[in-house]
């Protein structure tokens, strides 16, 4: 079983950056990609970004492209989301988890990190 923890969350204000972090418990053969996804008070859970351990492929949801950037570090098992000229409407609990396959279905992630809260004021 993989756990994952996120971390690097916070307050900020419009226009500003942060990075989040999501650090794995092991690697295993199941977790062939890694995703972000985040959720909105009263909204479903959005995807947000995804990529390879492997390759570093990426795939990312249209209103995040250009602002943020994920990347991984294979050897400390860590996955990061980059994130800037953030907005009010980026505020959300963003969650990391894994997949057998790069996508943007939530369905297909098999393990979730507890989530870290970003807000964004205007």
């Known amino acids: 079983q993989v756990q994952l923890v996120e971390s690097g969350g916070g307050l900020v204000q419009a226009g500003e950056s942060l990075r989040l972090s999501c650090a794995a418990s092991k690697r295993t053969f199941s977790s062939y990609a890694m995703g972000w996804f985040r959720q909105a008070p009263g909204k479903g859970r959005e995807f947000v970004a995804a990529?390879?351990?492997?390759?570093?492929?990426?795939t990312y949801a249209d209103s995040v492209k250009g602002r943020f950037t994920i990347s991984r570090d294979n050897a400390n098992k860590t996955v990061y989301l980059q994130m800037n000229s953030l907005k009010p409407e980026d505020t959300a609990v963003y969650y990391c988890a894994s997949s057998r396959i790069l996508n943007w279905d939530s369905k297909s992630y098999d393990f979730w990190g507890q989530g870290t809260q970003v807000t964004i004021s205007s």
């Open positions: 990529i390879t351990w492997s390759f570093g492929s990426t």
